[in-house]
């Protein structure tokens, strides 16, 4: 009973550990995209936020994805575009999409 007791805690502690680092990390991120000056700086602070989102938060996840590869490709900035596809891929087959999955995944390859 007591070894149990210790693991609970132990895991739940290990937990809160986890996500209070990935919320520093996303106001650090979010910080960082407010004061970028480079088309890059702003890209690669969003492809950072779509793969800090992909776990928790999938929407968010795909909406900083959506506009990395939006501003990559108006930019001309292929290794913006692969990456975020690459992240927007994994986030949407864990939503259960993999049509949209594959489809990012084949694109990103492509380029």
Do not use: H, W
């Not at 070894?3 to 609970?8: E, G, P, Q, V, Y």
């Not at 890059?40 to 602070?45: E, F, P, S």
């Not at 492809?47 to 900083?64: A, E, M």
């Amino acid at each position: 009973m007591t070894k149990k007791t210790i693991l609970i805690i132990l895991a739940t502690l290990f937990y809160v550990i986890g996500y209070s680092q990935t919320g520093e990390t996303v106001s650090r991120l979010q910080k960082e995209l407010a004061s970028a000056t480079t088309d890059t700086g702003k890209i690669n602070a969003q492809i950072s936020l779509c793969f800090q989102y992909r776990l928790g938060n999938t929407d968010s996840s795909l909406y900083y994805g959506n506009l990395a590869l939006e501003n990559s490709k108006r930019v001309n900035y292929y290794i913006g575009q692969v990456e975020s596809m690459g992240f927007m891929s994994v986030t949407t087959m864990q939503t259960g999409n993999l049509p949209k999955s594959l489809e990012f995944g084949f694109e990103a390859l492509r380029i």
